[in-house]
């Protein structure tokens, strides 16, 4: 009778951790593309994926380290590119006026028109720019050709409208455009404690973050 071979159930067999790692890569990248129905179903995979990979905690650390890296990284990229962008946009616009100069310089031809530089694959030639205005001395423009941004907490801005009367307040508001809000958290956190109730905000309690050491 042939013998018999024990082969370790499926269920039972630890993945080995690069798959775990990269399947909880897999799990990151796709956070932002769970539908909302789908979200115990995620939550799910992920816990149990974290759970396959308890006894390799050093290593798990480290996969929140590298994303906390290509966080960083994420950030210098984008600086460095704004700043590589502003930097093709001066060299840009530099040598479009070093072309224009020189086609101007050439003067008009027979009929009136400026001068063409043609090349094998190109040509360059200038049109007139409709016309723009070039601020000399912005303090001396008069108040009725500016827009002023600020910002101030917003029991003023009410107390400035309740101050208005309806016509007045109804100007005000027309002209407001893409108002911005912020809720100051910190001081909803403090009143809260203190016992006050605030409407449209709650204090959330008994939540915990990942702490590593």
Partial sequence: MAALTVVPSPAVTAAPLYRIEEYLAALVETAELVPEDQEREFQAEFEAALTTAVEKRDRVGQFFAHLEQQ????????????????????????????????????????????????GRTVTFSVRGCPPSVEVTD?????????????????????????????????AVLQQVRNPEVAVDKRAVKTAIERGVLVAGAELITGRHSLSRS
């Fill in 71 to 118: 966080i960083e990284f994420a950030k210098l990229e984008i600086e460095r590119l704004r700043e590589r962008k502003a930097a093709y946009e001066r060299a840009l616009d530099r040598l479009e006026n070093y072309v224009v100069g020189t086609i101007e310089h050439l003067g008009k031809d027979a009929r009136g028109k400026y001068r063409r530089l043609e």
């Fill in 138 to 170: 912005e303090p001396a423009v008069p108040a009725a050709f500016k827009a002023l941004t600020i910002r101030l907490p917003a029991t003023i801005w009410e107390r400035m409208l309740d101050a208005l009367d309806v016509g007045e307040r109804a």
